[in-house]
T-cell receptor, first 112, second 115 residues
Framework: GENVEQHPSTLSVQEGDSAVIKCTYSDSASNYFPWYKQELGKRPQLIIDIRSNVGEKKDQRIAVTLNKTAKHFSLHITETQPEDSAVYFCATNSGGYQKVTFGIGTKLQVIP | SAVISQKPSRDICQRGTSLTIQCQVDSQVTMMFWYRQQPGQSLTLIATANQGSEATYESGFVIDKFPISRPNLTFSTLTVSNMSPEDSSIYLC????????????FGEGSRLTVL
């Protein structure tokens, strides 16, 4: 099955700095790459996604890049704020492409 | 979009008992899934709940332990059977409104503690 590796597992940044989280995947047929944010005690929520026909997508302070040749994609958060503190999961579709497989998560702490 | 309600939100259960978690979506959705999330861990897919037929289970999960029902396009249940402390976890219902790739919506989760 699909294998999604994510790193780092924890990340601390100063408020205002940028944060980058990286993921690699194994299934070359995967074509959908979402990122979810999960605040403590809350449900995961989609923050941005990218499809395989696009190399980069940006939404305000959040951007995602995709390198299909290398099978990796990254989340970039600029001008981080304390409310960005959460666990971020990368994911990709797999197994008939209706299922979503998640990475292990990155706990981001933004220090005021 | 889809708003998902799960119940119970939490429960403390005795070893050997079974508990059924209910998941209600506010609109008809194509796909429904059940995930398990152990504290501080990732989301692991248990199964895809298929409307009107048997669920499709992932490796390591079996129907006898995690029977799932999906009688219609808005409702599903997950039962955790013959529980042991290792089943202590958060169980999350999720749904995808359309076919193909797209956003997954999640319920708030059901936190089970097995003593």
């Amino acid at each position: 099955g699909e294998n999604v590796e994510q790193h780092p597992s924890t990340l601390s940044v100063q408020e205002g700095d940028s944060a980058v989280i990286k993921c690699t995947y194994s299934d070359s047929a995967s074509n959908y790459f979402p990122w979810y944010k999960q605040e403590l005690g809350k449900r995961p929520q989609l923050i941005i996604d990218i499809r395989s026909n696009v190399g980069e997508k940006k939404d305000q302070r959040i951007a995602v890049t995709l390198n299909k040749t290398a099978k990796h994609f990254s989340l970039h958060i600029t001008e981080t704020q304390p409310e960005d503190s959460a666990v971020y999961f990368c994911a990709t579709n797999s197994g008939g492409y209706q299922k979503v497989t998640f990475g292990i998560g990155t706990k981001l702490q933004v220090i005021p | 979009s889809a708003v998902i309600s799960q119940k119970p939100s939490r429960d403390i259960c005795q070893r050997g008992t079974s508990l059924t978690i209910q998941c209600q979506v506010d609109s008809q959705v194509t796909m429904m899934f059940w995930y398990r999330q152990q504290p501080g861990q990732s989301l692991t897919l248990i199964a895809t709940a298929n409307q009107g037929s048997e669920a499709t289970y992932e490796s390591g999960f079996v129907i006898d332990k995690f029977p799932i029902s999906r009688p219609n396009l808005t409702f599903s249940t997950l039962t955790v059977s013959n529980m042991s402390p290792e089943d202590s976890s958060i169980y999350l219902c999720s749904a995808k409104p359309g076919i193909g790739t797209g956003e997954l919506f999640f319920g708030e989760g059901s936190r089970l503690t097995v003593l």
